[in-house]
Every structure is written in C-alpha cells, then in structure tokens.
C-alpha cells in the first residue's frame, strides 16, 4: 500500500493531467474526441488507479437505486427549467450536432459519461482520497472537475467562472453519490440525466421553433 504523501503526488499529478488533457480538446485530431477513445481512457486510468467501481452486487444495485432517484430530480429540473424563457432562449441558440441520435446514443453516454466517472470519480477520487482523506479528496476532485471544463466555457462563449463553480458543484455532488452507495453508477446515472435531459430539451426548442415535426 502506497504512503500518504506519494498518493498525494499522485492525485495531483493526474489532476493536472486531467486539466491539461481538457485543453486538447480543440486539436484537429479524429481520435480526440471519438467517444470510444475517451471512454477507453477513463477506464484505463480507473484500472491503473485500482478503483473501486462497485460495478457488482451489492454496491450496483445501491448506485443504480440511489441514481436512479438522483436522475428523476434531474429529470424533474429540467422540465421545469425549460419553460422558463431565459433558458429556453439558451436552449434557442445552443450550437447542436449534426447527428443528434449519435450524440444522444454514444458521445454522451461513452464520450462524456463514462470516460468521465471513470477518470474523475474514479480513478482521480481513488488516489485523492488515499493522499488527502474523503472530504479533502472529494474537494480535489471536485475542483479538478470544474477546471477541466474551462475550454468548454471559452468554447461556448459561457462565463468561465461560472462554468467553473456549477461544474465543480456537480463533482462534488457526483462524487457524494459515489461514496454513499459505493459505486460509480449512482454518480452516472444522475450525469447521464443532466446531459441527456439538457439535449433532449434542446432539440425539442429548436424543432419548435422550426416548426419541425
């Protein structure tokens, strides 16, 4: 078992790594963003973190539970979000996919979901925890999170502190969600449904707008 201090080395040098990789978001590279080669990644650190996944009884069944009641709040949120003018105005001018099935089926699922559980609260949760304590972990991670979304921010023309504090709140959040049911599912499940539901209710502005079917 690996001392305090080298796993905190550890844990910050993939917090960096992580950052860093984020800002190579913008190369011209095919593989860069193919959502199998994200999610390949993510799984690669998780495994060489030796994560705690809890992909199998009983820790699955508590993650999909409790994630599953994470997702429906979020469910819940967005519908009623999406009616309010502001964020139907966002919704309105949000830049979209030209495969929107593909987005909705396998980029946010792989590209996005999983190679980000896996990495952040994963792999990246694993070590910081090991080096820092739970608490002081999951802040790391958390924070790591929300800089990793910085080009996203810049990308979209979004408040970059903002961004920052909104995607590192919802580390956190994530990352509580994995400890108190012991798996990353749980943490997934609920990232699944803000991505998804977010998506799904563009789509369905902009078609109204259209006046598409």
């Known amino acids: 078992m690996s001392h305090p201090r080298s796993r905190r080395g550890q844990a910050l040098g993939l917090a960096a790594a992580l950052v860093g990789w984020s800002f190579t978001a913008g190369l011209q590279h095919p593989w860069r963003r193919h959502p199998l080669a994200q999610a390949a990644l993510g799984t ?4 060489a973190a030796r994560a705690p996944l809890g992909l199998r009884p009983p820790h699955a069944g508590s993650g999909l539970r409790l994630g599953a009641a994470a997702a429906g709040l979020v469910g819940a949120g967005v519908i009623v979000g999406s009616a309010l003018p502001r964020v139907r105005a966002g919704m309105a001018a949000r830049e979209l996919p030209q495969r929107p099935w593909h987005w909705l089926a396998v980029e946010i699922p792989l590209g996005t979901v999983w190679s980000e559980e896996t990495a952040f609260r ?20 958390a924070v790591t999170f929300g800089l990793s979304h910085v080009p996203d921010a810049r990308e979209t023309g979004s408040p970059v502190l903002g961004t920052v504090a909104v995607t590192g709140l919802a580390g956190w959040v994530f990352g509580l969600l994995a400890d108190r049911s012991g798996s990353v599912l749980a943490p997934m499940l609920a990232h699944l449904a803000i991505n998804e539901a977010g998506a799904v209710a563009a789509l369905a502005v902009q078609r109204s707008i259209r006046g598409g079917p």
């Open 122 to 141: 994963g792999a990246l949760a694993t070590l910081a925890a090991g080096g820092f304590g739970p608490s002081a972990g999951r802040l790391v991670q």
């Open 44 to 47: 690669t650190l998780a495994v």
